[in-house]
């Protein structure tokens, strides 16, 4: 079946360093893949999205990467900052407008003053 | 102009308790998601509705789990006889495209 997961549960930075983030799927149905951010008591909050006719995605401070010979995304956060600290999930949809999205297990991302 | 709300926030039951839990989506959000999420897990899809139509109910995991959105606005996520391994937050999420937009979840602890 599918599955999306996280190479590493946690990971702990200090503050201005760059973070990464990885995470391996195994649909290569997948077309639309996902980075949320999920802080304590919160819901999922949207942070970068990536079509799979793209390699490379930047937004503010983040840069999603896509290999999708190995299936493998990445997300990069530059200058970490302490409010960066929070649990951070990928997550594939097949289409881009419509139906569910799968979700790894997540990665809690702590930032070290 | 407010995000996704849910309710109640918190929910305890007893073991076979009804509970009805409540999503109000952004205003003229077409899709709305329901997921389940378990203690350091990621959230798991239940149910999807288009409008009032319930699209994809493929991660209900039993018959004790119902979803409705009558009106095509707020939906209710029904769990009848709850047991212990329904303890979980459930989270609604609604789209007007790609993007889905997640309420803050209700906890559910079932005893």
């Known amino acids: 079946g599918e599955s999306v997961g996280l190479h590493l549960p946690t990971l702990s930075v200090q503050e201005g360093d760059n973070s990464i983030i990885n995470c391996a799927y195994s649909?290569?149905?997948?077309?639309?893949f996902i980075w949320y951010k999920q802080e304590s008591g919160k819901g999922p909050q949207f942070i970068i999205d990536i079509r799979s006719n793209m390699d490379k995605r930047q937004g503010q401070r983040v840069t999603v990467l896509l290999n999708k010979t190995v299936k493998h995304l990445s997300l990069q956060i530059a200058a970490t900052q302490p409010g960066d600290s929070a649990v951070y999930f990928c997550?594939?949809?097949?289409?881009?407008?419509?139906?569910?999205?799968?979700f790894g297990d997540g990665t809690t991302l702590t930032v070290k003053p | 102009g407010a995000g996704v709300s849910q309710s109640p926030r918190y929910k305890v039951a007893k073991r076979g308790q009804d509970v009805a839990l409540r999503c109000d989506p952004i205003?003229?959000?077409?899709?709305l998601f329901w997921y389940q999420q378990a203690l350091g897990q990621g959230p798991e899809f239940l149910t999807y509705f288009q409008n009032e139509a319930q699209l994809d109910k493929s991660g209900l995991p039993s018959d004790r789990f119902f979803a409705e959105r009558p009106e095509g606005s707020v939906s209710t996520l029904k769990i009848q006889r709850t047991q212990q391994e329904d303890s979980a937050v459930y989270l609604c999420?609604?789209?007007?495209?790609?993007?889905?937009?997640f309420g803050p979840g209700t906890r559910l602890l079932v005893l």
């Open positions: 205003s003229g959000h077409v899709s």
């Open positions: 999420a609604s789209s007007r495209g790609e993007t889905q937009y």
């Open positions: 997550a594939e949809k097949r289409n881009t407008n419509a139906g569910k999205s799968t």
């Open positions: 649909n290569s149905a997948s077309d639309y």
